[in-house]
């Protein structure tokens, strides 16, 4: 048995028909996995000052730039922002007990402390903090197991934080 279909698809229907399917995808909003996310810093070259001391960070924030279209630079001479990273710093606390008073769940927090100048030393956004939460439940590997699962998880807010500040930067533009 042999299929016609393929030799429907041809020509200018089967060209028509793969543009009508693109301009709906593209019109409801989907993208491919690993796209930006519509996070543009349209090549505005930016200085980070890290008083934090996190070399994670610090990375992190340079992939941020260079992955929403900035331009990282070391010297302040070139840059268009000055964006200053004060400190940063992570939480757990307890977000549900159990009937029995054990904990169930634990939400952790990471924030980042900032501030952006402008290249002239104007400022742009004053010294603010920014978090990212995720509540995650308690391991039953215990205690190791647990501090495991918060190193995974930190690393995942970091990444949230920083998007969260790149679309800040993105509303300076």
């Known amino acids: 048995m042999r299929l016609a279909w393929p030799n429907r ?7 028509l028909g793969v543009a009508v399917l693109a ?3 593209s019109a409801c909003g989907w993208q491919l996995r690993g796209a930006p996310g519509g996070i543009s810093l349209d090549g505005q070259v930016i200085q ?4 934090a001391g996190s070399s994670e960070l610090r990375r992190e924030v340079r992939r941020g ?3 929403a279209g900035g331009q990282y630079t070391e010297g302040a001479a070139d840059a268009d922002w000055v964006l200053t990273l004060h ?4 939480s757990r606390d307890t977000a549900s007990v159990g009937a029995d008073g054990d904990v169930q769940d634990y939400r952790l927090t990471y924030t980042i402390d900032y501030s952006v100048a402008g ?3 104007e400022t742009r956004i004053q010294r603010t903090s920014l978090d990212a939460q995720r509540t995650f439940a308690d391991p039953a590997g215990g205690a ?3 501090r495991a699962r918060e190193a995974e998880l930190e690393e995942e807010l970091r990444a949230d934080a920083v998007r969260l500040l790149m679309l800040r930067l993105q509303a300076l533009r």
Do not use: H
């Not at 698809?9 to 060209?15: D, I, K, L, N, S």
């Not at 400190?87 to 992570?90: C, D, E, K, L």
């Open 144 to 146: 190791d197991e647990r």
């Open 48 to 51: 980070v000052v890290d008083e």
């Open 23 to 25: 301009l709906a995808l």
């Open 87 to 90: 400190g940063r710093g992570s």
């Open 9 to 15: 698809c041809r020509g200018p229907a089967g060209f």
């Open 65 to 67: 730039i260079q992955g």
């Open 119 to 121: 290249g002239d030393g």
